[in-house]
């Protein structure tokens, strides 16, 4: 390429030799977050969940006839911003009053490392952003964030950078979910076999739906709860505005605290419908120790019980109601209820048990950082080498 170069006019050798060092600056500016801030982990294979006792996050949620308890929350949705550089048909303040007339009480406004405060004074207000600018479309929505992180790993992620970014962004929130994971394949169904450090998993998203990606979770003893986010970039379009939405059981003032408190903890459900109505609601989500019952409020088209490796255990059809006899095998249970109207995405019951979080493997994470300082080295060499043979010229 160089010799290439050189049979060139001098204009053009010289607006050549510009074009390349831009390139090469390019690309060790974006390897430095590689070079110097992954982490190299001791992963550890996963176990299912196990043990004799259950948890269930809804033990001590309130179901009754006017729901009042229950927020109805989106976490990811964009608006203009960035001087119109994102792809965010609207301004903010279309984008608050839409979803304010669909009933919401939290609005997230999830712009593209950007937290907005435009809406600070509703009680419902949660700051939030989407992390991430790397060409896979790994991205996390961070909900109750304090402060934007800018690193990325724009490139190629393995599973050990995938987990450096979790345990980078988890200090900065109050909840980590992982944004859309079979949008792009930005996160494999593998993956969450072993990633583990974050809270939540956004399996409804109006682009794709990750139950595949939630069941690896699960199945590998990962308590991850379900965010469901409609993650429009138009909210006039009903295709894409209210179709995706988090109920959440905040039955105080539903401030941040409480929200994301209750997010932590399970205790909330996805839904997918239209314009954020919703034409059913449980009314009892009881365990004890040998029934998982779920009672819905009118009769519904089927409510299905999924567990290990999302296998369906049990389904009743037209019914409001349905008992499911714990067995000794069974890991985790979630539920499915569906209307022709309306999916309700029940967060787990599962064994209570603790899985191990991949710790960092000093050794390995050294010798990692040495060998792109080595690269760095050839770099440097071989740029000080080509200067010296065009001065020698």
């Known amino acids: 390429m160089i010799q290439t170069i050189k049979k060139l006019s001098k204009p053009m ?15 060790v500016i974006t390897s430095v977050p590689y070079a110097f801030y992954t982490e190299i982990y001791d992963i550890q294979k996963p176990l299912p969940f196990h043990g004799n006792t259950w948890l269930n996050p809804y033990k001590s949620c309130t179901f009754d006839n006017d729901n009042a308890g229950w927020k109805k929350s989106n976490f990811h949705g964009h608006s203009k911003e960035w001087g119109g550089l994102t792809d965010g048909k609207t301004d903010k303040d279309v984008f608050f009053k839409k979803y304010k007339s669909m009933g919401y009480h939290s609005i997230g406004l999830s712009n593209y490392q950007f937290i907005s405060h435009d809406f600070a004074e509703d009680n419902g207000f949660v700051p939030c952003y989407e992390h991430g600018y790397n060409v896979w479309k790994r991205h996390h929505v961070c909900i109750g964030a304090q402060h934007v992180v800018w690193l990325d790993f724009i490139w190629g992620q393995s599973l050990h950078h995938k987990q450096t970014m979790i345990n980078i962004l988890k200090p900065t929130v109050q909840v980590l979910a992982l944004a859309h994971p079979k949008f792009r394949n930005s996160f494999e169904p593998e993956d969450f076999a072993y990633l583990s450090n974050y809270d939540c998993i956004e399996v409804l998203n109006h682009y794709r739906t990750s139950d595949i990606h939630w069941d690896s979770a699960l199945s590998n003893g990962h308590k991850a709860w379900i965010v469901a986010d409609d993650d429009t970039h138009n909210v006039l379009d009903s295709g894409e505005t209210g179709v995706c939405w988090t109920m959440i059981y905040a039955p105080n003032n539903g401030n941040q605290q409480e929200i994301t408190t209750a997010l932590k903890n399970g205790q909330a459900f996805g839904v997918q419908g239209k314009h954020g109505k ?17 009672t819905m409020m009118d009769t519904v088209e089927s409510i299905t019980m999924i567990g290990q490796n999302g296998k369906k255990l049990a389904v009743t059809l037209n019914s409001n109601h349905l008992d499911y006899i714990l067995k000794k095998t069974d890991t985790y249970i979630r ?10 995405w029940l967060n787990p019951i599962l064994r209570d048990s603790q899985t191990p979080i991949p710790q960092k493997n000093d050794i390995q994470t050294i010798l990692y950082r040495l060998l792109w300082l080595i690269g760095y080295t050839i770099i440097i060499v071989f740029v000080w080498k080509k200067k010296s043979r065009k001065k020698h010229s």
Request: glycine share 2%; net charge negative; charged share 5%.
């Open 13 to 27: 050798f010289f607006l050549s030799t510009i074009i390349l060092y831009i390139i090469l600056g390019f690309i």
């Open 335 to 344: 539920a499915i209820i569906k209307t022709p109207q309306t999916t309700l």
């Open 278 to 294: 919703m034409d059913i609601f449980p009314t009892l989500i009881h365990l004890t120790d040998s029934i998982y019952s779920i």
